[in-house]
């Protein structure tokens, strides 16, 4: 069975700290793809990354960051210098064949 | 840019109504899914349609069914709403269904309150 994890339900930082959302994942699959979504008020989920079991480099995008760790199990997502747009959900998800298995999801609250 | 349309923000309606969710995507995919968002439990599968008429069940298809008579609208049916079903509801599309390459864009959810 498939089963991802997001430990924390909310954080709340002030602006400008640097936030990390924790997301561990259960599969047996040895390809599977993993993916980050953010909610915000708005409602539609957006896309943020997908990464592949077989790349486990990090990567940098602008003020967003993730840490791939195999061996954990582990797909984390870092904000740095977070500012009030950032405040949303997160989502962390995993492939199940055509789907996606979705974690319960982080609140971010950035405050001013 | 994909557009994913939902008819309604939120709704509420009353137990046993028969209760319709549309949903219309304007890129021609192929796939629509419908999934139910709840505190704790984050994002689950309850219909996913490959085809015009083509529809397979999610992870949480009790109580609800779907039709897709045209490419571009999936709908989703509440045959008799039950409190239960009180919930944000997220319509998504995907052109194809290789998770390498194909992104799910979603719309912006429905609110459905059941009383």
């Given at each position: 069975a498939q089963k991802v994890t997001q430990a924390q339900t909310e954080i709340s930082v002030v602006e400008k700290e640097d936030v990390t959302l924790d997301c561990v994942y259960e599969t047996r699959d040895t390809t599977y793809y993993l993916f980050w979504y953010k909610q915000p008020p708005s409602g539609e989920l957006v896309f943020l990354i997908r990464r592949n079991s077989f790349d486990e480099q990090n990567e940098i995008s602008g003020r967003y960051s993730w840490n791939f760790q195999k061996s954990t199990s582990s797909f984390n997502f870092t904000i740095t210098a977070?500012?009030?747009?950032?405040s949303a959900v997160y989502f962390c998800a995993l492939s199940e064949a055509y789907k996606l298995s979705f974690g319960a999801g982080t609140t971010v609250t950035v405050r001013a | 840019d994909v557009k994913v349309t939902q008819s309604s923000r939120y709704l509420v309606k009353r137990t046993g109504e028969k209760v319709f969710l549309e949903c219309v995507q304007?890129?021609?995919?192929?796939n629509m899914f419908w999934y139910r968002q709840d505190p704790g439990l984050g994002l689950r599968l309850i219909y996913f349609s490959y085809d015009v008429k083509m529809k397979e069940k999610g992870d949480i298809p009790e109580g609800y069914s779907v039709s897709r008579e045209k490419k571009e609208r999936f709908s989703l049916i509440l045959e008799s709403a039950s409190t239960n079903q009180t919930s944000m509801y997220l319509c998504a599309s995907t052109q194809g269904l290789a998770l390498a390459t194909d992104t799910q864009y979603f719309g912006p959810g429905t609110r459905l309150t059941v009383l």
């Open positions: 977070s500012q009030v747009v950032d | 304007d890129m021609d995919h192929e």
